[in-house]
């Protein structure tokens, strides 16, 4: 099967006109922790790629410590896989180098959304240190979204400033509700006000906390909470950001949603078919546009898992709007080039946008 599917994948390259160097390497990065070898560049009719990453996961245990928990460990007992000491910067920098991934912007999902100010302070301070440290000293491999403390809004948007300003961010990332709170809150106004200002890419991964209030029916086997849960948080947040207006407050926002937006951007045209079948229920003028043309308007990674899946998703948002995520060191996926390389239907100038192009450009990026 994975033999089959790795033969059509380069096979579709090759009708593309895609150069590959060293593909089947990219086997190797099924397991990021021991990629075996580095696959080479991507080029694509002669040009070189420079690629993106933009989900990749970091861990600062300085940060973990202050609030006293600690990231899940991507591979059993190896949570050492989310910190930039050497050796996991070695296995990093091969996995990256087996997958094809030249720079990946890192991450931190938030775990202090319901500590106190001072506390929510101190761990975003430490955090941002050590990813805008980490990230100057490798500025040709690695750039970085800085954390918030979005519970407090005022000084969320202070940090996202200091950040892009101060410290060499490209955005902030957050997560898909802020400890029951959605997104759409008018009490996040003044962090949405700032991003919009700064032009700041806002990535936003879900939680499994933030659906607490499923957390009953996501219990049992096959860890529900992650493979429904996350996509379920990340299309009602962003179905929130639409349908309370913010998205209309702030039309300047640079949204990306992790996991490809979960569900809404496979069934969004229901979004347009409510409020025009129950007009009663929902408010007249907001959104002002069909909220279709919003998620047009958002970017999202190419984190789903077939060659259809992803078709599928260039078709509904369009091939400028979605940009390559790994989630590593969580091994999700394998081969997130080939990933893309691989989907029917795309232009030489679509892979390349979607492997960097797009990303390079949002974020800022040389
Ligand atoms: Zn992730």
């Known amino acids: 099967m994975r033999a089959n599917r790795r033969t059509f994948l380069k096979d579709a390259a090759a009708a593309a006109g895609l150069v590959l160097v060293g593909c089947e390497a990219a086997a190797a990065a099924q397991t ?7 696959r080479g560049p991507v080029v694509i009719r002669g040009r070189r790629i420079r690629t ?51 720079v990946a ?10 500590v106190d100010r001072d506390l929510a ?85 879900p939680q499994a906390s933030g659906m607490a209030a499923l957390s009953g029916r996501l219990r049992g086997n096959g860890m529900l909470g992650n493979v429904i849960g996350n996509p379920l948080e990340t299309t009602i947040a962003l179905s929130h950001l639409i349908f309370e207006g913010t998205l209309d407050r702030f039309p300047g926002l640079k949204i990306c949603a ?14 347009d078919r409510g409020c025009e079948t129950f007009p009663s229920q929902c408010t007249a003028g907001v959104p002002r546009r069909k909220p279709t ?39 999700w996926v394998d081969a997130p080039v080939d990933h893309v390389l691989g989907t029917p ?4 100038g679509d892979r390349e946008a979607i492997l960097g192009g797009t990303a390079r450009a949002l974020l800022r990026l040389t």
């Open 32 to 38: 990021p922790a021991r990629p075996r070898a580095a």
């Open 121 to 205: 302070d101190k761990v975003v301070a430490v955090q941002n240190d050590a990813m805008a440290n980490f990230c100057a000293a490798h500025a040709d491999r690695f750039a970085a979204f800085a954390s918030v403390a979005l519970q407090f809004p005022d000084l969320a948007a202070q940090q996202l400033e200091d950040g892009v300003k101060k410290m060499g961010f490209r955005g902030a990332a957050i997560g898909g509700s802020v400890a029951g709170a959605e997104l759409a809150d008018r009490r996040f106004d003044p962090f949405w006000a700032k991003a919009e200002a700064l032009g700041a890419v806002i990535f936003i991964h």
């Open 52 to 102: 993106v990453d933009v989900h990749a996961h970091c861990a600062v245990p300085a940060a973990n410590a202050l609030v006293r928990r600690q990231a899940p460990a991507p591979t059993g007992d190896q949570a050492s896989l989310l910190t930039f000491d050497a050796e996991p910067l070695a296995q990093r920098l091969a996995a990256m180098d087996a997958q094809g991934i030249d």
């Open 293 to 331: 043309e919003y998620v047009k308007q958002m970017y999202y990674d190419s984190l789903v898992f077939t060659p259809e899946a992803l078709r599928h998703l260039v078709a509904e948002v369009g091939a400028d709007r979605v940009v390559m995520g790994t989630d590593y060191p969580y091994p």
């Open 105 to 114: 912007v890192l991450s931190i999902n938030p775990n202090w959304y319901d």
């Open 258 to 271: 992790a996991h490809g937006g979960g569900y809404l951007p496979s069934y969004m045209t229901r979004s």
């Open 345 to 348: 239907g795309l232009s030489d």
